[in-house]
């Protein structure tokens, strides 16, 4: 696993603190409609654009010293492919599967066999709306699932995925 070196071999300290400080990466995944933020139903999902919110995840990331990629897609075969290949460069995701969340059994199982945390975010609070949209498939996959705080969801999320990664 890890590399032997011979007694007189000298490292430079500095260097060996950079890489096993190694910046935890997380990657931020958005279901299908999320592209219209700001458009879509702003009574529900506030004025932001998704642009403007990944704006602000960034910013929160810097702070927080982990590095994010954030993507969408409207596809769920997409979402899919990228929670499966998720292990092999990211330490967690922060997840709002959109609708998926209530129809997904893929993307569920996909989170499960990951194996690296994942945190469901909602920007409403799913549980005060339609019947068919309190039920999350995902929510049993994820660690915990943060709902109904606006952008605040993606950003409590990403707090919640930084301290799993540095757990």
Same mark, same amino acid.
């Given at each position: 696993m +890890? %590399?032997?070196?011979? !007694?007189?071999?000298?490292?430079?300290?500095?260097i060996?603190?950079?890489?096993?400080?190694k910046?935890?990466?997380?990657?931020v995944?958005?279901? !299908?409609?999320l592209?219209l933020? +700001?458009?879509r =139903?702003?009574?529900?999902? +506030?004025r932001?654009?998704? $642009?403007?919110?990944?704006? =602000?995840?960034?910013?929160?990331a810097?702070?927080?010293?982990?590095e994010?990629?954030?993507?969408?897609s409207?596809?769920?075969?997409?979402?899919v492919?990228?929670? =499966? $290949? &998720?292990?092999?460069?990211?330490?967690? /995701?922060v /997840?709002n !599967?959109?609708?998926?969340? %209530?129809s997904? /059994?893929?993307?569920?199982?996909?989170?499960? @066999?990951?194996?690296? !945390?994942?945190?469901?975010? %909602?920007?409403?609070?799913? #549980?005060?709306?339609?019947?068919?949209?309190? %039920?999350? #498939?995902?929510?049993g996959? &994820?660690?915990? =699932?943060? @709902?109904?705080? +606006?952008?605040q969801? #993606?950003?409590l999320g990403?707090?919640? &995925? @930084?301290?799993?990664c540095?757990a």
């Amino acid at each position: 696993m +890890g %590399h032997v070196f011979p !007694p007189e071999t000298v490292i430079d300290e500095g260097i060996l603190r950079e890489v096993m400080a190694k910046k935890k990466k997380i990657l931020v995944l958005n279901g !299908p409609n999320l592209n219209l933020l +700001g458009k879509r =139903q702003p009574e529900i999902y +506030g004025r932001l654009t998704l $642009d403007e919110i990944n704006k =602000q995840i960034q910013s929160l990331a810097k702070e927080l010293d982990v590095e994010v990629a954030a993507r969408q897609s409207n596809s769920e075969g997409e979402l899919v492919s990228w929670v =499966q $290949d &998720a292990p092999n460069e990211f330490d967690a /995701i922060v /997840i709002n !599967p959109a609708a998926y969340t %209530h129809s997904s /059994i893929a993307l569920r199982d996909a989170i499960t @066999a990951a194996a690296i !945390p994942a945190v469901e975010v %909602h920007i409403s609070n799913i #549980y005060r709306r339609e019947e068919f949209r309190r %039920h999350s #498939y995902i929510a049993g996959a &994820a660690v915990g =699932q943060i @709902a109904g705080f +606006g952008v605040q969801s #993606y950003l409590l999320g990403l707090r919640a &995925a @930084a301290a799993l990664c540095n757990a």
